[in-house]
């Protein structure tokens, strides 16, 4: 897998594993860009799917121990880590939450771990995990599933229909679709309410898919570009600097996209008595 | 063929450069006031920086998209996949 130039080496590092059907008609797995691109819509990043599920699962695994084995007066290390994340989501659930809903607590926990542990896979070596795949026929191996806009895209997605459903549920058909035309301005001034709750509300899952993705693909990115550019005796000096700077983004990025997650579904939950 | 690359690449360098300008800007306003606050009342630092850390990622997002756009532009330039 030692690429000629660096813009192939790079090229090859930013390539998922996509299965679909080619432009003749049979199903396999991409070989090149030009025939990811060519299988359309509808072909799956198998890379993606196969980390994402694996770092979800890993999450509900190590909760469960947690929580099965929980003892009051003997707590293990892992308990109180997760004790610890618990208490962190969940007083910033009470914080910024203003309605009534058991879903919102866990699944901020769910998406604040999940993203950390899927991004987390950002910390491994370039090229430690694609050349193993490569040894055993795999020719493309992204790890981080949050590079991958499919993956962002899919998690915001999942909580705008979140929003549009407690949205309708919380203020019925008539109410949520009456605050479009009666927000932020008054019911004169209809159009401009219109164009802006629109763009607003189409704003938040763009924005949030796409502010976990271009930084976390920014950060891969940069990873990729040291390795492919300074010779390998040196890489560390840039690395490891970039590397200690990316352990925040990583957590950062993950607490927006949780603290976020909780502010729009606080904001379906509102009711406006008078405005 | 060369003209798109080159218009790729100024559109890649303005991307960038402009997204830098507002990032850096923004962060030094939202910096100074959080040093502001955290002079006038140190007890409420955690409280603020935590905030902070909030704001901070919200102003870096576009600039970030802006980077990962450019950096599209750079390595797998869609323009050329569409004329050859």
Same mark, same amino acid.
């Given at each position: 897998m030692s690429a000629g130039t660096p813009a192939e080496?790079?090229?090859?590092?930013?390539?998922?594993?996509?299965? @679909?059907?080619?432009?003749? @008609?049979?199903? @396999?797995?991409?070989?090149? !860009?030009?025939?990811?691109?060519?299988?359309?819509?509808?072909?799956?990043?198998?890379?993606?799917?196969?980390?994402?599920?694996?770092? @979800? =699962?890993?999450?509900?695994?190590?909760?469960?121990?947690? !929580?099965?084995?929980?003892?009051?007066?003997?707590?293990?290390?892992?308990?109180?880590? =997760?004790?610890?994340? =618990?208490e962190m989501v969940n007083t910033s659930v009470k914080d910024a939450f203003s309605g009534n809903n058991p879903l919102i607590a866990p699944l901020a926990l769910t998406i604040f771990v999940w993203v950390f542990l899927m991004n987390l896979m950002d910390l491994v070596p370039v090229d430690v995990v694609p050349q193993l795949a490569h040894l055993m026929g795999i020719e493309y191996m992204k790890m981080v599933s949050t590079t991958d806009v499919n993956a962002t895209f899919g998690m915001s997605l999942s909580i705008f229909a979140l929003m549009i459903y407690y949205g309708i549920k919380v203020k019925g058909p008539l109410g949520f679709f009456g605050e479009f035309a009666t927000h932020p301005f008054g019911k004169a001034l209809f159009p401009i309410n219109l164009a802006l709750e629109t763009v607003s509300m189409i704003a938040k899952p763009l924005s949030l898919s796409l502010r976990l993705f271009g930084n976390m693909f920014a950060g891969e990115l940069v990873f990729v570009l040291i390795a492919a550019l300074i010779p390998f005796y040196l890489q560390w000096m840039l690395a490891v600097p970039w590397a200690i700077f990316h352990i925040l983004v990583i957590t950062l990025?993950?607490?927006?996209?949780?603290?976020?997650?909780?502010?729009?579904?606080?904001?379906?939950?509102?009711i406006h008595d008078s405005h | 063929m060369e003209s798109v690359v080159a218009f790729s690449a100024l559109a890649a360098g303005i991307m960038v450069g402009l997204g830098a300008l507002g990032a850096g800007v923004g962060i030094g306003i939202l910096g100074s006031k959080f040093l502001e606050g955290a002079a006038r009342q140190p007890e409420l630092v955690p409280m603020l920086q935590v905030r902070m850390f909030l704001m901070l990622g919200l102003t870096d997002a576009v600039p970030i998209i802006a980077i990962a756009f450019a950096a599209l532009l750079m390595f797998a330039n869609p323009f050329l996949t569409q004329i050859g």
């Open positions: 080496y790079i090229a090859h590092h930013i390539q998922n594993l996509t299965f @679909g059907q080619h432009a003749d @008609g049979s199903w @396999g797995i991409a070989h090149s !860009a030009k025939e990811a691109t060519e299988m359309g819509f509808f072909a799956i990043n198998l890379d993606t799917m196969f980390w994402s599920i694996a770092t @979800g =699962v890993a999450f509900c695994w190590l909760f469960r121990i947690a !929580a099965v084995r929980a003892s009051v007066h003997h707590p293990s290390r892992l308990q109180s880590v =997760v004790e610890m994340l =618990v990025q993950a607490y927006i996209f949780m603290m976020l997650t909780i502010v729009y579904l606080s904001q379906s939950h509102e | -």
